[in-house]
């Protein structure tokens, strides 16, 4: 399975930017998607996570109400809109996917996507 993000970038404090995940590869179902965050220094930290099946979200206490997940199981794609952004908020993000594969669970991640937030 291979995960690909996109939209990261430079940003002013209080605007916004939205990420995007696909997922591709063969004989693969998708558990859940989520993002990840990792600033200089910092251990590597849950933002948000989706279910594929019911579409329960979770989110970490720094973004509610700041951000939103969501996804589009046609496609194995999913977003984060990011609104609101702090400069505590820049860091690399990642993707990450838990999959069911050949009948074992496992998680991929993507190649992460730098989010810079200026104040």
């Known amino acids: 399975v291979q995960l690909v993000e996109s939209g990261g970038g430079l940003v002013q404090a209080g605007g916004s930017l939205r990420l995007s995940c696909v997922a591709s590869g063969s004989s693969f179902t998708i558990n859940t998607m989520g993002w990840y965050r990792q600033a200089p220094g910092k251990q590597r930290e849950l933002v948000a996570v989706i279910t594929s099946r019911s579409g329960f979200t979770n989110y970490a206490d720094s973004v509610k109400g700041r951000f939103t997940i969501s996804r589009d199981n046609a496609k194995n794609t999913m977003s984060l809109q990011m609104n609101s952004l702090k400069p505590e908020d820049t860091a690399v993000y990642y993707c990450?996917?838990?999959?069911?594969?050949?009948?074992?669970?496992?998680?991929?991640w993507g190649q992460g996507t730098q989010v810079t937030v200026s104040s």
């Open positions: 990450n996917a838990n999959v069911n594969e050949d009948s074992v669970r496992r998680d991929y």
